[in-house]
């Protein structure tokens, strides 16, 4: 870092001093300078359980989120919320709009 310490160059940066720190470090062990991928690994909380809910909408395709989440819940213990739900239908294609029952002009 051209003679600065790992703090010196966190303020030089704009960076928090654990971050430099860190960064640092990786350099100095492994000579990584590449950053890493931000946030949660891809894998879904439910991705464990895909078995079991698949199951569960090809026995009764009309499930709608609050019942697979509340399901998921007393069966396998697993409190998730209806986004995460969501998500885990969307990757696996199975999203659905519920229509409306019309009312008779």
Known sequence: MGGLSARQAAERFDVGTATAIVWVRRFREGGELVARRQGKPRGLRLDPHADYLL???????????????????????????????????????????????????
């Not at 026995?59 to 969501?86: I, Y």
């Open 55 to 105: 199951g569960l909408l090809e026995q009764t395709p009309d499930l709608t989120l609050a019942e697979l989440a509340a399901t998921l819940e007393r069966e396998r213990g697993v409190r998730v919320s209806l986004a995460t739900v969501w998500t885990f239908l969307d990757r696996h294609a199975m999203t659905f709009k519920k229509v409306p029952v019309s009312s008779p002009r």
